[in-house]
Each structure stands twice: as C-alpha cells, then as structure tokens.
C-alpha cells in the first residue's frame, strides 16, 4: 500500500494549521462516541498564539499517520514542559501524554453524517460517562450488525 498520498495530505493539513486556517476531518473511528459519531465532518481550527488549551475541550493533537481528536482531561507540568492528557470519550483509559508541538487545533465544529450541527457548547466541557458511552457504543455496534 502506497501511504505516499496520505502523507502528503496529512502534512497539507499540519500546514494549513499552522497558517491559521481551519481544517475540515472526517471521524473515522469510535473512539468519541455519542460525541462525534464515525462519518461527521470534524472542524479543526488552529490554538490562538499564547491561549492553551483548557481541559473538557475537544482538541486535536498529531499522530502518525494523521490526527487524534480526544478531549482534553488534564494538563500538567514535568518540569520542563506543559504536558496534554486526553482520552476518547468511549476509551477506556488515557492517550500518553503529548507536548504543545503536538497539539494541532481545537474543534469548532462537528456535522453529523445526518446533516446536524453540534457547536461546541453542546460537545466540549462535559464530563464523560466513559463506562456508559462504551456499553452504548457495544449496544449500537449490536444493532448495526443486525440491522435494526
């Protein structure tokens, strides 16, 4: 497989990041589910200069081959650095910890695959239920293998 495409997109997106612009995803996986559901559309928009991330928010953090969008649940200091801890609302544990160069954007913005718009208001600044949302998202994996 010719991972050569990918690559370049991936850094086109770094880029346009970089440059201020907002970026538009596609979720792929189930990791934010109820939050962001496999097939929204996923707005990045890049960390205003000197204004951190605050925890409850849904970020964006690079990761090879592309992206990881999870919500940031604690930040912390090693000594040397500012350390970024997120987790996927239906994960079972934390992502390891990632530095400010790794961070990417903030979502702005998600479109359901049925055409809904979910702000922020509505995704970020929320505690979890990651034990609930993981039976929810068996119970839905269920029904889809089904076909109900």
């Known amino acids: 497989m010719n991972r050569l495409p990918h690559l370049v997109l991936k850094e086109i997106g770094f880029t346009?990041?970089?440059?201020?612009?907002?970026?538009k995803v596609k979720a792929e996986g189930f990791s934010m589910f109820p939050s962001v559901r496999p097939g929204s559309v996923i707005?990045?928009?890049?960390?205003?200069?000197?204004?951190?991330p605050v925890t409850?928010?849904?970020?964006?953090?690079?990761?090879?081959?592309?992206?990881v969008v999870?919500?940031?649940i604690r930040i912390f200091n090693d000594g040397s650095s500012t350390?970024?801890?997120?987790?996927?609302?239906?994960?079972?544990?934390?992502?390891?910890?990632?530095?400010?160069?790794?961070?990417?954007g903030r979502v702005i913005r998600?479109?359901?695959?049925?055409?809904?718009?979910?702000?922020?208001?509505s995704f970020s600044g929320k505690k979890p239920y990651y034990r609930l949302n993981?039976?929810?998202?068996?119970?839905?994996?269920y029904m889809r293998r089904v076909g109900l």
């Open 16 to 23: 346009l990041l970089a440059e201020g612009k907002t970026l």
């Open 43 to 52: 707005y990045i928009e890049p960390f205003e200069e000197g204004r951190e």
């Open 56 to 67: 409850g928010e849904v970020i964006a953090w690079k990761k090879d081959p592309g992206f």
């Open 70 to 72: 999870h919500r940031l």
């Open 83 to 104: 350390l970024f801890v997120t987790r996927g609302d239906s994960c079972p544990g934390e992502d390891d910890p990632v530095t400010a160069a790794q961070l990417a």
């Open 110 to 121: 998600v479109e359901t695959p049925g055409g809904k718009i979910l702000l922020p208001d």
């Open 134 to 141: 993981r039976i929810l998202l068996r119970i839905n994996s």
